[in-house]
T-cell receptor
């Protein structure tokens, strides 16, 4: 019940394409869903986050779609660029868990020029 | 304002040894969380320290222990190292322990256990 399942494991798109990464969770107590971006040799960095009372959130070229009834959320990257090539992690946490983040397995994105 | 820093960057140990990893939190942050990231996996929560006290622990054995100092920097200690402890160890600092506080990650310490 503590797991967050992420797919696909890897993704290759052309520059300008819209990669979509999906995550699913079981525990309905989760109430905060961030996405992190990680470049090789670096720690994860927060990209964007959403709470379950909102169905969509946009920040620049990054959009989170959230489906509370299906217990799923996804990250869309508009007009993707080669610089977006990185590993993306979805995560979830709950108020009662002191901010402990439960991460998905990660998606390695390659954006070809 | 400096970000989260960790030392050392890389470390090689042999099975059975002990290791100490260090983390300096971002200025103004009083909470530090530690995560273990195995190759090709997402980070897994080890524990969190808030104002020098452990404030939550993941599914890790007692040989994983930690400290937080008055300046909010932190140490992760691992005793009796096992081969499976080989991983990237990440620390993250935040303004507080709640889930609404963004966690800022350091670059990690890569530990190899032979």
């Amino acid at each position: 019940q503590q797991q967050v399942k992420q797919s696909p494991q890897s993704l290759i798109v052309q520059k300008g394409g819209i990669p979509i990464i999906n995550c699913a969770y079981e525990n309905t107590a989760f109430d905060y869903f961030p996405w992190y971006q990680q470049f090789p040799g670096k720690g994860p960095a927060l990209l964007i986050a959403i709470r379950p009372d909102v169905s969509e959130k946009k920040e620049g070229r990054f959009t989170i779609s959230f489906n509370k009834s299906a217990k799923q959320f996804s990250l869309h990257i508009m007009d993707s660029q080669p610089g977006d090539s990185a590993t993306y992690f979805c995560a979830a946490s709950m108020t009662s868990n002191t901010g402990k983040l439960i991460f998905g397995q990660g998606t390695t994105l390659q954006v070809k020029p | 304002e400096t970000g989260v820093t960790q030392s050392p960057t890389h470390l090689i140990k042999t099975r059975g040894q002990q290791v100490t990893l260090r983390c300096s939190s971002q200025s103004g942050h009083n909470t530090v969380s530690w995560y273990q990231q195995a190759l090709g996996q997402g980070p897994q929560f080890i524990f969190q320290y808030y104002r020098e006290e452990e404030n939550g622990r993941g599914n890790f054995p007692p040989r994983f222990s930690g400290l937080q100092f008055p300046n909010y920097s932190s140490e992760l200690n691992v005793n009796a190292l096992e081969l499976d402890d080989s991983a990237l160890y990440l620390c993250a600092s935040s303004l507080g322990p709640g889930r609404q506080e963004t966690q800022y990650f350091g670059p990690g310490t890569r530990l190899l256990v032979l």
